[in-house]
């Protein structure tokens, strides 16, 4: 799996656009291939600049009840909770499949395959997409249900990106058996489809807004509670947002633009870079603006947050050449900001550890979701 990944990161950086996830082309490129940029660099954690973290011994997580900076060791084994264990009780799984003709806030785009977005020459970092066009998609939806909910009750749940996420549903199955996190509901959501700029995906992930959030609320959650036959609470201390890469900066864009929906968002290899498309005089510069500017200009928000980043993560220069896409520098910098407004964060920086590591989130999820569910004390916990 790594492998492929790597492959796929290097088709993107060879067509010079920034890949948010190292996901592979639906289509091979018919143009001939460029010469590709230099993979990541590794980087030390314990560069000048870089936010001070506490080394951990290799294989260990860090304490899921401590704040602050953490530095993984370069062996990632498995948590035991991500091997279905016998004796515990399984989760069912609902599948849901939604059509862009059904929805009035997402009715589709898509890029053109095998065309580029190119840097506006009167500012490098915004990118100019004139191949998007309207184009219509389905999306499945897969809903965790545990065993151990009692239909007709509200339920706390966590919405995630890119799914369906069996690993999360491996992972509750143990916490919620072992009383480590609540009785919760799990919403695994697949994007409208295509990556970054005038994608679908990269409308939905990495807009600067509430829209997506305003569109789970609106037309997502209703239909989660009418197929599954759940009710979901309404609490924000009972919603978590989750996902990697552009998912990842997603979850925080719920939590920031709607902090009275959601307080808990984990992210791997987070997306804080500018990736926005199209742009917004607002937040010019994406979602590098969370580190830059909206964070530390902004009253502290109810948010709870865990992030991950690893020592080999994304460093694509692009087209733009704008210094704002750089993975490992942005979730630094989140973890400056963060502390320095008192949020309560757990930053894991991972050696030995590429873009939306899956090793990396083997290791460290049930300790994440014990993390990320510190303090909630509504129903079911």
């Not at 948010?20 to 143009?31: D, E, G």
């Not at 953490?70 to 990632?76: K, M, N």
């Not at 069996?166 to 009785?183: E, G």
Request: aromatic share 8%.
């Amino acid at each position: 799996m790594f492998r492929l990944l790597s492959i796929a990161f290097l088709i993107s950086l060879m067509n010079g656009l920034d890949p948010a996830t190292a996901q592979a082309p639906t289509q091979a490129p018919t143009a001939p291939a460029r010469p590709g940029r230099p993979t990541p660099p590794t980087r030390d954690p314990n560069t000048p600049g870089y936010v001070e973290a506490k080394d951990l011994p290799d294989g260990e997580n860090a304490p899921a009840k401590e704040d602050g900076n953490f530095i993984l060791g370069p062996t990632h084994n498995p948590a035991p909770e991500m091997t279905a264990q016998e004796g515990v009780p399984q989760g069912e799984i609902i599948n849901i499949t939604m059509e862009s003709t059904d929805s009035k806030i997402y009715p589709g785009i898509a890029r053109e395959a095998n065309t580029l977005g190119t840097a506006d020459p009167n500012d490098p970092a915004k990118m100019v997409v004139t191949s998007s066009h309207p184009a219509p998609y389905h999306r499945p939806v897969a809903v965790y249900v545990p065993k151990q909910y009692v239909p007709g009750t509200v339920a706390p749940f966590i919405v995630g990106a890119d799914g369906p996420d069996r690993m999360l549903f491996t992972a509750l199955d143990s916490l919620i058996a072992q009383h480590k996190v609540p009785v919760m509901i799990a919403i695994s959501i697949k994007s409208g489809g295509g990556d970054a700029q005038g994608s679908q995906r990269g409308l939905e992930y990495d807009t600067m807004s509430g829209l997506y959030a305003e569109w789970v609320e609106k037309e997502l959650l209703p239909l989660v509670e009418k197929q599954a036959n759940v009710k979901l609470t309404k609490d924000p201390d009972g919603r978590a947002t989750m996902g990697g890469s552009s998912g990842g900066s997603c979850a925080l864009i719920m939590a920031w633009y709607h902090p009275e929906l959601y307080h808990r968002v984990l992210t791997y290899s987070g997306t804080y870079v500018n990736q926005q498309w199209p742009s917004n005089p607002e937040t010019p510069h994406g979602a590098w603006e969370f580190h830059e500017r909206l964070i530390p200009n902004s009253p502290v928000k109810p948010i709870r947050l865990w992030m991950e980043v690893g020592d080999r993560d994304l460093f694509n220069p692009n087209v733009m050449r704008d210094n704002m896409h750089d993975w490992v520098v942005a979730n630094e910098n989140m973890a400056k900001v963060l502390a320095a407004k008192g949020y309560h964060y757990q930053f894991v920086f991972a050696r030995n550890a590429g873009h939306t590591d899956g090793a990396v989130k083997r290791q460290t999820l049930p300790e994440a979701l014990e993390y990320v569910w510190q303090g909630y004390r509504g129903a079911g916990k």
